[in-house]
């Protein structure tokens, strides 16, 4: 099943074009990696799927971006969108706050007040990030005490707090040390089976390891998307293949 | 070799900056205080003044400078606050927000006389209200808005974005983002701000004479009622403050012992500042471990 259909995306940042022509389907329950060198337009692309470059000044966008069927730029309320769409940053970005009202903050927002339904949520989404164990006794210490590693695993906790379908990572272990990475690495697997998950990676080999489907962004035009083996292994277009086997980027 | 001769150079001129700096500051405050020692006692700041006899206080301004202090916290630090939030996440860049940024800087250079004579013509008398504690708050609000705007602007742009990208990614509106994630981590910078505004609540006198006045009623403590001029409730009623009292004592004082009241008055004025600054930075630094859970 299609979880996002992408159709001739452009994308302008004022005069500059960092998108070009984009067509890409993403299926439901699967990961997508997106690779490609720096400034190919990969972390642009991924934002507009949850329409974080909304925020950006002199942005402009044609084309479309299907979420089930519906269009987020026409037809799907902006909040609404980014609770069914949540993101993991490239830098753990905690808030200033106890890891409990960090992981309850979204839950907050969106109106539940019920201190027990919160707990169930908190230690719910701690458990699926598997940063349960680690924080239990510190849920009322700060967030920023706690290592790179576990406030990322934090971040993924309070985007899964949110019970979103679909979740972004734009680079989410570029800062992390590698046994962390191997802990998000496992963590994006276990994810995979509730969770659609599209994340941008510089990391070759961390892409072959966690993703079912690869797309390959050059220049911001989409040279080449599918199951992962086959465009690692097999690549259709040579630049693909020059990337991949570390002739470039 | 040159480079290190150089570090070392710097290294000394650093150090004996600070221990200059701290000295003076050590020295002035320390005169002050042995200047004002006779009077630092509960009698002389409870009881009110005296006019051509020795031995009067300064209760009521002591309490004026409080009121006022508050009355003018009350009014400043929301639009303060609010103008620097405005400044920093709704203004766009272009012709108006640079007018509002020159306006605001030539306000805070403007000198306090001439905030006092407008708040004279402007809250004083256009208002009707006479010299009231109310025409001071809002003259002193006049000449503190620069630096809360300023101070608040500075800290909550200094809040990194990725809190904010955070924030929005999660589905939050701008408003939510602003009160639950960006003010709380910009707090510290926010107190800062309040505190050097107090500071010049406390220690203003020339943007008081024509606006809070010169002279202050004896206050019944026991009066509750609002519209009486003896009440400490009426907002309406004059309130010199201390800053005032002790210019005024200083320049056309007729108690014989009107030095010694200068001086222990200075002396409370001081400790003030500093009780103040004390308590507001306990309690911003404990709010602020509250929201963080920082131990």
């Known amino acids: ?249 | 070799m040159k480079s290190k001769l150089y570090d070392k150079i710097a290294t000394i001129y650093f150090y004996a900056v600070a221990v200059f700096l701290i000295l003076f500051l050590v020295s002035l405050i320390s005169y002050i205080l042995y200047q004002g020692r006779t009077k630092l006692n509960i009698d002389f700041l409870t009881s009110p003044p005296k006019f051509m006899e020795a031995g009067g206080g300064i209760g009521p301004q002591l309490f004026n400078s409080l009121e006022l202090l508050i009355i003018t916290l009350i009014i400043s630090v929301p639009i303060g606050l609010g103008a620097g939030i405005y400044m920093a996440e709704y203004a766009k860049p272009g012709l108006l927000t640079e007018l509002i940024r020159l306006s605001v800087e030539t306000l805070s250079s403007m000198p306090s006389i001439v905030v006092g004579l407008f708040g004279l013509l402007v809250f004083v008398t256009m208002t009707g209200w006479g010299y009231s504690l109310i025409a001071g708050a809002l003259a002193l609000t006049v000449l503190n808005l620069p630096v809360m705007t300023r101070v608040s602007e500075d800290s909550i742009r200094s809040v990194p974005n990725s809190l904010r990208e955070a924030s929005y990614a999660l589905g939050s509106t701008k408003w939510q983002t602003i009160v639950k994630v960006v003010v709380p981590a910009a707090m510290p910078g926010i107190i800062t701000g309040i505190i050097l505004t107090a500071g010049r609540i406390f220690g203003e006198a020339a943007a008081l004479l024509y606006t809070a006045g010169m002279s202050s009623p004896a206050l019944n403590f026991s009066n509750l009622n609002p519209s009486s001029p003896t009440s400490p409730l009426n907002i309406f009623r004059p309130a010199e403050t201390l800053a005032v009292y002790i210019w005024k004592v200083n320049s056309e004082g007729l108690a014989p012992d009107a030095r010694q009241i200068a001086d222990g008055a200075a002396a409370v004025l001081l400790l003030m500042v500093l009780i103040f600054n004390i308590l507001a930075r306990w309690l911003g630094s404990t709010l602020y471990k509250r929201m963080t859970g920082e131990k």
């Not at chain 1, 987020?72 to 909040?79: A, F, G, H, T």
């Open chain 1, 1 to 249: 099943m299609k979880k996002i259909e992408v159709r001739e995306l452009d994308l302008f940042y004022g005069e500059v074009q960092a998108l070009k022509k984009i067509n890409l389907d993403v299926e439901a329950n699967s990961v997508l990696a997106l690779i490609g060198p720096s400034g190919c337009g990969k972390s642009t692309f991924i934002r507009t799927l949850n329409r974080m470059n909304d925020l950006i000044e002199g942005v402009k966008i044609n084309g479309t971006v299907l979420l089930d069927g519906q269009d987020l730029y026409k037809e799907v309320d902006v909040i609404e969108l980014r609770k069914k769409v949540g993101m993991v940053f490239q830098k753990p970005n905690p808030f200033p706050m106890t890891v409990y009202d960090n992981v309850a903050y979204g839950p907050r927002i969106h109106g539940i007040k019920d201190k027990k339904k919160l707990n169930e949520i908190v230690e719910k989404s701690l458990k699926a990030a598997a940063l349960w164990d680690e924080v239990k006794d510190r849920l009322h210490k700060s967030a920023l005490s706690l290592s790179g590693g576990q406030q990322q695993r934090l971040c993924i906790a309070r985007t899964l707090a949110v019970e979103p379908e679909v979740i972004l990572m734009d680079e989410p272990t570029s800062a992390l040390d590698p046994i962390s990475t191997m802990k998000i690495e496992e963590l994006i697997e276990e994810l995979k089976n509730k969770y659609t998950i599209i994340i941008v990676t510089h990391n070759m080999q961390q892409a072959g390891r966690v993703s079912d489907y690869t797309a390959f962004f050059l220049n911001g035009e989409l040279i080449e998307s599918g199951p992962t083996d086959q465009v690692f292994y097999n690549p259709k277009d040579k630049r693909t293949e020059d990337y991949i086997t570390g002739r470039f980027g």
